[in-house]
């Protein structure tokens, strides 16, 4: 491997993590012989590479830029001329697109509501049936409670 080429202080010449310090000037100071101790060719390599890289992302942005407004000079008048034909069009297709989702997305939802229902019914216990039970419980409950409580008052209207 390449790590018997370097020496046990890393590759900048530091020891590892603790390296840059946490005092103000140390760090600076060590940051700056870090910078004095790497080769003037490597530095130059690395100048040349970001120069490389980046004037080629700018020549390619450059050309897109181009592109889109030949584009966009081109397809303007097209756009113009049927542009009574192209909107409600697009409209009509978005509105559309629109209801199938939904359609679907409200399907699923009715096929995954009935598979759960199903499985209720059936006794297989699904996700949430025991919150179903406590609630139906719950209600039984108060309805059983209110029940009483008229029947108290009307009991208690028909002695008094």
Known sequence: MADHHRDNRGVLGGSGFGDRGYGGDHGQQQQQHYQQKQPAMMCALKAATAATAGGSMLVLSGLILAGTVIALT?????????????????????????????????????????????????????????????????????????KEAAQNRVDQVQQG
């Open 74 to 146: 081109v397809a303007t008048p097209v756009l113009v001329i049927f542009s009574p034909v192209i909107v409600p069009a697009g409209i009509a297709l978005a509105l559309m697109a629109a209801g199938f989702v939904t359609s679907g997305g409200l399907g699923i939802a009715a096929l995954s509501v009935f598979s759960w229902m199903y499985k209720y019914l059936t006794g297989k216990h699904p996700p949430g049936a025991d919150q179903l039970d406590h609630a139906k419980a719950r209600l039984a409950s108060k309805a059983r409670d209110i």
